[in-house]
C-alpha cells in the first residue's frame, strides 16, 4: 500500500518562496507519475503540476508555470514542489497524487490517481 505525505505549507508573502514535500512510503516512488493539485476555498480542485513516471518529464498549469518546479529525489523518495514567487492567488490547500497508469491526456485529472495525501494549507498574504 502506498502512503503519501505533504508537508511544509504555511504562511507567507507575496512574492516569498516554499517548497511543499510529498513524501511516498510503501513502494519506491520511481514508477509513479507524481501531481500537485490544489484547492483554494469554496473553488474547485484544479492541477498544479506533475512529474511523469520515472521523471522523465514535467507538466504544468498555465498559471504556475516559470514559477512553480516539480522535482523527485529518489534516494528520499520525495517529490517537491518548489514555489516561487508566490501570489494571493496561490493560496490553497495543496495534495499530491500518485498513480503508474498516466497518460499525457489524463496527467491533469485528479481521478486518474491511485493514491492520494491529505494535504498542506498554502495561505500567501501580508
Known amino acids: 500500500q502506498v502512503q503519501l505525505v505533504e508537508s511544509g505549507g504555511g504562511l507567507v508573502q507575496p512574492g516569498g518562496s516554499l517548497r511543499l514535500s510529498c513524501e511516498v512510503s510503501g513502494q519506491t516512488v520511481r514508477p509513479y507519475a507524481v501531481a500537485w493539485f490544489r484547492q483554494a476555498l469554496g473553488k474547485e480542485r484544479e492541477f498544479v503540476g506533475a512529474t511523469r513516471q520515472n521523471g522523465m518529464s514535467t507538466n504544468y498549469a498555465d498559471s504556475v508555470k516559470g514559477r512553480f518546479t516539480v522535482s523527485r529525489d529518489y534516494a528520499k523518495n520525495t517529490v517537491y514542489l518548489q514555489m516561487n514567487n508566490l501570489k494571493p492567488e496561490d493560496t490553497a490547500l495543496y495534495y499530491c497524487?500518485?498513480?503508474?497508469?498516466?497518460?499525457?491526456?489524463?496527467?491533469?485529472?485528479?481521478?486518474?490517481?491511485?493514491?492520494y495525501g491529505q494535504g498542506t494549507q498554502v495561505t500567501v498574504s501580508s
Open positions: 497524487a500518485a498513480g503508474r497508469r498516466l497518460i499525457l491526456s489524463t496527467i491533469a485529472t485528479w481521478r486518474a490517481y491511485d493514491y
